[in-house]
């Protein structure tokens, strides 16, 4: 009921007051606040992280996409929505087309869960396309347990410094790690490997999906009107993305900037390349 779930938020929001706070950005005004060993902006809504950590029930059918904000989330949104909703819709009738993709695969904790009353995603039919930016080690337990597929995309972190101004890179590190240890229920990639190779890993995560292509989609080039119809360019020029705004009143234009890869080479002063390397290295040796 609402009130429980009321209680359960001013519960969470009391251990929250007692979590280690670091300062964060001047420019976003919110501390940090560390949980379970990782940082989040204090108003992400870590609420909504521990409603999901004592609620949320995964299903073995539930597809997660996990990733750090600014990663490339809006982009394997939509290609996943794409690849296992392919035969529902037309090209013409597309919800991609009018929706933005952060419509379409919500995340858990910050748009499901983040106050109440929360939604109800016991009603929602399977597969369920959830997005998360929870760490790894702060994920609920029953989707560790159920044998979801978890699709987790990482990206350079000094791309992701730059893109996402709002966020201190402490947030980008953690996880990656440990996702590494599970190969088999994790399709791993990184925004790199996607933007090189687009249209291979498309067709390599609909297989992980449980959606491979059949040789009749092979043959009228199903994968690559996905990759067509998901790329930065078509999506930042939809209508719904250039003038859209989400309920919040966030801007949908906000997910596109330019979409490429190395930018950060025209932002960052060399010590913060030296550094940016140093961690990056020591967390995630050999990906970037
Ligand atoms: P830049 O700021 O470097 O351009 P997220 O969706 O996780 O918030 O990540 C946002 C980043 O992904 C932004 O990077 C954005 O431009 C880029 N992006 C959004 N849509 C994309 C797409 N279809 N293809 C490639 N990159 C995309």
Redesign the pocket.
């Known amino acids: 009921s609402i009130e429980k779930d009321e209680e359960s938020f001013q519960r969470y929001r009391e251990r929250i007051s007692t979590l280690p706070k670091e300062r964060g950005w001047k420019i976003t005004n919110h501390p940090l606040c560390q949980y379970e060993g990782f940082w989040y902006r204090s108003a992400y809504g870590l609420e909504g992280v521990m409603f999901a950590q004592e609620h949320f029930k995964a299903r073995p059918s539930d597809v997660f996409l996990c990733?750090t904000?600014?990663?490339?989330?809006?982009?394997l949104k939509?290609i996943i929505f794409a690849i296992t909703k392919r035969t529902y819709y037309t090209n013409s009738t597309h919800p991609i087309l009018t929706n933005n993709p952060h419509e379409i695969v919500p995340i858990l904790e910050s748009k499901l869960f983040r106050e109440p009353p929360v939604a109800n995603v016991e009603s929602l039919p399977s597969p369920r396309l959830l997005a998360t930016h929870i760490s790894y080690t702060s994920l609920p337990m029953s989707v560790l347990g159920s044998g979801c597929r978890i699709v987790y995309i990482c990206r350079n972190p000094k791309?992701v410094l730059?893109?996402m101004w709002k966020i201190c890179i402490w947030t980008v590190l953690g996880p990656c790690a440990r996702v590494l240890e599970c190969p088999e229920r994790v399709f791993f990639i990184t925004y790199e490997e996607m933007?090189r190779d687009t249209l291979v890993h498309v067709k390599r995560l609909a297989k992980f999906l449980g959606k491979p292509f059949s040789l009749e989609e092979e043959s009228k080039g199903v994968a690559e009107e996905i990759v067509e119809m998901?790329?930065?360019e078509s999506?930042?020029n939809l209508e719904v993305n250039k003038n859209g705004s989400s309920k919040t009143g966030l801007k949908n234009s906000v997910?596109?900037?330019?979409?490429?890869v190395g930018?950060w080479r025209n932002h960052l002063t060399t010590q913060m390349i030296e550094s940016l390397d140093r961690v990056t290295n020591e967390k995630l040796p050999g990906i970037f």
């Open positions: 990733s904000p600014k990663s490339g989330t809006t982009w939509a791309d730059v893109s933007k998901c790329s930065f999506l930042s997910y596109f900037r330019e979409g490429k930018g």
